[in-house]
């Protein structure tokens, strides 16, 4: 738990869950029947607002979850879409995450979790 989630009751996190997959399921969800925010795990509803969201739907996963949460997902569910997310990536990892060397970072986090790459050598 984050030092910002600290200060927020639990109710207030789940509202501020729902109000997020509220934002993001039009544009995250479109292909499926329609959702309910509890029917979307914690780690899908991290990857469809890193990928689909703006600053502001990003910056707001901060009062949910803890960054460590937000870096694995975004590691392992956008960084490996390399070169395809790459723009994306690097904005997440400067703006959102801070990461102080990002291009390093994300080749150091592709290399890790991209499996293909890893097993097909």
Do not use: C, T
Not at 48 to 54: F, I, Q, R, W
Not at 59 to 74: A, T
């Amino acid at each position: 738990m984050s030092q910002k989630q600290a200060h927020i009751s639990v109710p207030k996190i789940d509202q501020k869950k729902r109000s997020i997959f509220d934002a993001i399921s039009k544009m995250a969800f479109w292909s499926h029947e329609p959702l309910v925010s509890s029917q979307v795990s914690d780690d899908k509803l991290i990857e469809k607002v890193l990928m689909h969201g703006d600053d502001h739907l990003r910056r707001d996963l901060l009062d949910v979850f803890s960054i460590d949460q937000i870096r694995n997902i975004w590691e392992q569910k956008l960084v490996i879409q390399e070169p395809r997310l790459h723009n994306l990536n690097l904005k997440i990892a400067s703006s959102l995450l801070h990461i102080k060397d990002p291009e390093n970072h994300i080749q150091q986090s592709y290399k890790k979790y991209n499996l293909y790459d890893r097993f097909s050598s």
